[in-house]
C-alpha cells in the first residue's frame, strides 16, 4: 500500500473531513488516487468489509426478494421514456456513442439506477396478478454525472455498490405496504452495523422522479451533518403506465401494477466508518470486521510453547466461526497494537510466557480499551461475548449520539443556532412556498416528516397558519 503517507499521524477525528480522508488511506479502505473524478478503488481490506456489509443485506432481502441482474447499458428510446424521470436524472447520465470507431445508431445510457432497463423486461414478465407480488434485487455499479462535490464512500459518480430493489405489486396499498416494509429491512440492516437511523417522508420537490412519495433513512455524521443511506420510492402505477405492466386481474381484466424501488449504497460503509471511528483508526462492528480478533504472541528469548498455545486458541475460535488472525511477525508488540488498532479488529488476545504459566490470556477492546484476563478453557465463549457486547455497546453510544442530537426547536432563530450541532425539529405548515422559504432562510434542507411522528398542533414559522406536524430539518451531505 501507499507507505509515505501512512506513516504520519491520523488527524483527530475532530477535523472530521482531514480524518475521514486520511482513514480512508490508512485503513485500507478506498484509494482516491484513480485518475477519473469521482471513481475510486477499492483496496481488498475494504472490499471485504463491503462483502461482510453486503452479505447481511442479502441475508435481509433474500427472506423474500430474488437476486438477478440486469444490462448496464440502456437504449436512449427506452431511457426518455418516463418524463418526470428523465427530468430527474438528465444532467447526470453518462452516454455511449460508440462501439469502437463506429457511431451507435442509437446511444446508450450508463444506468444511473435501473428502472428503465428492468422494466422493459417486466412488461414481457407479468400477465397475471399470479405473478404477482415480484420482487428482485441487483447489486450493481451505477453512474452518475454529479456535479456536487464527489467524496468517496459518500458521493461518487460510479457507484460501486448500488443495492437497488424493483417490486410490483396488484394494487397501490400492497405497494404502499412495501416501502414500509422496505424502511424496516434498511433500520434493522443499520441496527446490524450499529448505524441508528431516522426514517422520514421526503417533502414533495425532494422525492425520487417519477415516484409518487420517497421515504428515507438518515443517519447523522459527527460533523452535525446527515446523510441519506438509503430510500425507498412509492412508484404509483407511473411507470406501469410509462411501460405498458399490466396484469390480468380475477375479473380477467388488463391492469396496470403498482411498484416500489429501494436502494442503499457504499454509504453504508461510509456512515459505519464515520460513526464508530476513533483517533486511533477503524472501530469496526463485529459483524462486518474482516478479522474480528487478532492474536498477538508475546514471544520473549525462548518461545516456550506460546506460539503452539496460540495456534491452538487460533484453531479453537475459526471452530466457532470467528474470523481470528495470528500476528506473529517480528515487529514489536507496539506497532503490532497501532496496526491493528488502525484497522479496527474489535478484539485483541495477548499470550505470553506468564499467561501460559496461569493458563490465562489478556483480551483487549478495540471500542473502549478495556483489558480483560480470560482463562484458556473458556476464552471460546469469553470472546464471543466480548464482540457481542461491543456491537451493542458500539450501537447504544451511537444512539446516544444521534439523539441527544437532535433538537425539539419553537422558533427559527432555536433551528439557526441548534442546526451545526444536529438535527432540528420545526413546525411546518406543509405547503411548499413556506418549506422552500424555511429552507432558504435557515441554509439547511428540510429531511421530511418523521414516519414515527406522533400527532402535535402548532404554528408554521414562516406563514403562522395551524401545522400538525413538525419535520427534520438538517445540514445534508
Ligand atoms: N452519487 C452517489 N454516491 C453514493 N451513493 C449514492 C449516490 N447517489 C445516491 N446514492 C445512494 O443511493 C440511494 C438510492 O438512490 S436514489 O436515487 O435515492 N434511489 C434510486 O435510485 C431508486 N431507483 C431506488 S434504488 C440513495 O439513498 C443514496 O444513499
Ligand atoms: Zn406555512
Redesign the pocket.
Known sequence: MAEQEKDAALPSKENFSEWYNDLLLKGEIMDVRYPVKGLYVWFPFGFNIRRNVYDIMRRLLDKDHQETMFPLLIPENEFMKEAEHIKGFEDEVYWVTHGGLTPLDVKLALR????TAIYPMYKLWIRSHADLPLKLYQIVN?F?Y?TKH?RP?????E?TS?????TVHATWDDAAAQVDEAIRIYTDFYRQLAVPVLASKRPDWDK?PGADY?I?TDALMPDGKT???????HLGDNFAKTFDITYEDAEGEQVYAHQT???????SIAALISIHGDDKGLVLPPAVAPVQVVIIPIIFKKAEGVLEACEEVMNKLEAKGIRVKMDASDERPGAKYYKWEMKGVPVRLELGPRDLKNNAAMLARRDTGEKQQVSLDTIVDDVSSMLDDIHDSLYEKAKESIYSRVFDCESLDDVRENLPKGIAKIFWCGNKECGLKLEDDIGAGILGIPTDQEECKGKCPVCGADADTKVYVARTY
Do not use: D, M, N, W
Open positions: 444511473p439506477t435501473s428502472e451505477t452518475r454529479e464527489t464512500l459518500i458521493r461518487l459518480r457507484i448500488f443495492k437497488e430493489a424493483h425520487f420517497t428515507a446523510l441519506q443511506v438509503g430510500t425507498a420510492h424501488c429501494y436502494g442503499v449504497s457504499e454509504r
